[in-house]
């Protein structure tokens, strides 16, 4: 089953609102955080009143939920405005006997309070989430599917006002990595530099997001593939003379190896070039280097690469970061080490 691209509900919660319909609660919740903190915080500016805000708008946390407090501030009439705005952050951190007594504001809600709920991992099982979504409205927020990134981005630099070359999504991409946080900054970089109404090449995002990190992996891959050991190490080192963490390192060469193996699938099943790069979710700019490591690289020695990969990623998340170097020399050795039999 495919999973539902990550804004759906949150655009059809931005076009309601801008067009002027207010729900009486909001609940966003899920576990890509920056989709869903930017959807609050264009929540609020819109339905926090402009008068008395200080006395119509509050912000409740719920690890140290105050209960009493915040029926007060629910059930009470606004000042010089229409309605009032409460805000519940971190709401999955309520526990049962509070979202018990929460049901009273949802069974009997006030008419001129707007209630936003926010949170990570939510219960939806429990009975007041639920009934937030079925008086309300519910946003839920997935980290996107890879091949759901280019779409984020493009929609992305619509509302920013870019206008972006499709390469030019698929460079930024490749460069900025999976986080849409690190790739909303990017864009923001590139809406500087740019300056309004100029259009994002390929070179320009080269120029200002990551220099020549891509062409490097594709480089690093292919002599991690030749078992190059001494040249793979000095790629490495490059890649951190540009600045990247070795965290993102390991994800890049991982994200690399796995397209390689859906490319020798494809190529296996004889797509086309257009289902060839529809399925890596890949631009045709890049597709011919794709496809020409995908010919030359043993499946065996992908999936080899991808288990060193995932035991140095779950080490560097677990080792202090003077031994980073230390740890890639061992993923390199390991990854360009003798093949193995059979």
């Not at 966003?28 to 119509?56: C, D, I, K, M, S």
């Not at 992305?156 to 490749?174: F, I, M, S, Y």
Request: charge should be positive; hydrophobic fraction near 45%; aromatic fraction near 8%.
């Amino acid at each position: 089953m495919n999973r539902p691209a990550p804004r759906k509900g949150a655009d059809r919660l931005r076009q309601e609102v801008g067009s002027g319909t207010r729900a009486p609660f909001y609940l966003l919740h899920g576990e890509e955080e920056y989709e869903r903190e930017e959807t609050a915080a264009w929540l609020v500016e819109q339905l926090a009143p402009a008068a008395a805000r200080e006395f119509n708008l509050a912000v409740f946390h719920a690890d140290s939920f105050p209960l009493e407090r915040f029926l007060d501030f629910y059930f009470a009439y606004p000042l010089l405005a229409g309605h009032r705005l409460a805000l519940i952050r971190g709401c999955e951190q309520l526990n049962a006997e509070f979202c018990k007594k929460l049901e009273a504001v949802v069974d009997q809600p006030a008419e001129t309070t707007v209630l936003i709920a926010l949170g990570a991992k939510v219960d939806m099982r429990r009975r007041f989430f639920q009934q937030l979504g079925k008086k309300g409205r519910t946003a839920e927020f997935r980290p996107p599917f890879d091949n759901q990134v280019p779409q984020w981005i493009t929609r992305h630099a619509q509302r920013r006002g870019l206008k972006l070359d499709p390469d030019a999504v698929e460079c930024l991409r490749q460069s900025a990595g999976p986080g849409l946080r690190e790739l909303a900054g990017e864009m923001e970089k590139l809406a500087l530099y740019a300056g309004e109404g100029v259009r994002i090449t390929t070179a320009l995002v080269k120029h200002v997001v990551g220099g020549h990190a891509q062409g490097d992996i594709f480089a690093l891959t292919h002599a991690i593939g030749q078992r190059q050991a001494g040249k793979a190490a000095v790629l490495l080192r490059s890649l951190f003379a540009q600045g990247e963490e070795p965290g993102r390192t390991v994800w890049m060469i991982q994200r690399h190896f796995q397209l390689l193996l859906k490319a020798q699938d494809l190529l296996r099943r004889r797509a086309s070039r257009e289902e060839l790069a529809a399925g890596l979710g890949v631009a045709p700019f890049f597709l011919d280097r794709y496809l020409e490591q995908a010919r030359h690289c043993r499946s065996a020695h992908l999936w080899e690469g991808l288990s060193a990969l995932l035991w140095a990623d779950d080490q560097l998340k677990s080792r202090a970061h003077r031994q980073e170097e230390a740890l890639l020399e061992l993923l390199l050795w390991r990854l360009c080490g003798p093949a193995r039999a059979g």
